[in-house]
């Protein structure tokens, strides 16, 4: 059975930084493709960044260049970096999974991913 437990969040001041972590278990994140998603109140689920087997990231416009999607092999986490923050990076972040060495996938759609953790809360003040 796969786990994925969300670990990191926390409330921050604008231009701060967090560090997400994903802990899974049941699958190794080297052989999966790993997200995370966002959900502010109020509104739908959006994409943040993914990262395939192989190791390549794509990012929503809205990130990139200031979050970073990683995977740690000892530790089989999939990690986010979030420097820059904004107060409109405020939601609840999700971890998801896709476990198997798949590619012709859809990176930021929801539909991609079999498995997802509880989430965590991440809150920017300005």
């Known amino acids: 059975q796969v786990k994925l437990v969300e670990s990191g969040g926390g409330s921050v001041q604008a231009g701060g930084s967090l560090r997400l972590s994903c802990a899974v278990s049941?699958?190794?994140?080297?052989?999966?493709?790993m997200a995370w998603f966002r959900q502010a109140p109020g509104k739908e689920r959006e994409f943040v960044a993914a990262i395939g087997w192989q190791g390549g990231a794509v990012y929503a416009d809205s990130v990139k260049g200031r979050f970073t999607i990683s995977r740690d092999m000892t530790k089989n986490t999939a990690d986010l970096q979030m420097n820059g923050l904004m107060p409109e990076d405020t939601a609840v972040y999700y971890c998801a999974a896709r476990p198997g060495r798949v590619t012709a996938v859809t990176p930021g759609s929801r539909g991609t991913y079999d498995y997802w953790g509880q989430g965590t809360q991440v809150t920017v003040s300005s």
């Open positions: 049941g699958r190794t994140v080297s052989n999966s493709r």
